[in-house]
């Protein structure tokens, strides 16, 4: 059974630019969300997908899309990169939208984008 | 708004004896309180959950406890090992949903 694959581990890009991160979720995994990690802080939800669609989102503006594949793999899509973008990304997948599942919540190794 | 923090953002510890590691929340509405743990360049990895409804529960070397009229939540580590050193985090979900809210962290250093 594989874990979650995050691509790719490290990039760095300048304000203004849009930037696509992938995620890989776990075998059998149909849910995937994603968290942005500052530096020295605690995870932040971005959004969560289920069948394709969105199911439910944090605080982030709509510069911060996403999208869901028929194999469950998801993309992070930021736009208009601001300095404030840098920090690590995680996707998490779990086995069922809508019902407890955090201890089947599996983290990929996550994505560091700089922004310069 | 709704946070999860933390008291002590680093903890050094002595390998073998216990860590406690503290955690505040301020939503009594969530379902689940849950610990990760996340080393250097890993994603967090579940270590326990607890439900609301709960105020112990114990795993393999560690011990939640759940202090619902204070808001308080804390980890216990028995027998604190190298392999501990990392930043744990407590987060709360509500079921319907699963998103995480996640504090602040704590740095746990073990000393050989």
């Known amino acids: 059974e594989t874990g979650v694959t995050q691509s790719p581990t490290h990039l760095i890009k300048t304000r203004g630019q849009q930037v696509t991160l992938r995620c890989s979720s776990q075998s059998g995994h149909n849910t995937v969300s994603w968290y942005q990690q500052a530096l020295g802080q605690g995870p932040q939800f971005i959004f969560q997908y289920y069948r394709e669609e969105e199911n439910g989102r944090g605080n982030f503006p709509p510069r911060f899309s996403g999208l869901q594949f028929p194999n469950y793999s998801s993309e992070l899509n930021v736009n208009a990169l601001e300095l404030d973008d840098s920090a690590l990304y995680l996707c998490?997948?779990?086995?069922?939208?809508?019902?407890?599942?955090?201890?089947?919540?599996?983290f990929g190794a996550g994505s560091r984008l700089t922004v310069l | 708004g709704e946070s999860v923090g933390l008291h002590l953002p680093t903890l050094s510890v002595q390998e073998g004896d216990n860590s406690i590691i503290n955690c505040a929340y301020s939503n009594s509405a969530s379902d689940y309180f849950i610990w990760y743990k996340q080393e250097s360049g890993k994603g967090p990895q579940f270590i326990i959950d607890i439900r609301s409804n709960m105020d112990k529960r114990q795993g393999q070397r560690v011990t939640v406890l759940l202090n619902k009229t204070v808001k308080h939540l804390s980890l216990q580590i028995a027998a604190t090992q190298p392999g501990d050193s990392a930043v744990y985090f407590c987060a709360e979900v509500k079921a319907a949903g699963n998103k995480l809210t996640f504090g602040g962290g704590t740095r746990v250093l073990v000393k050989p």
């Open positions: 998490a997948s779990s086995g069922t939208s809508g019902m407890f599942g955090a201890n089947v919540l599996t």
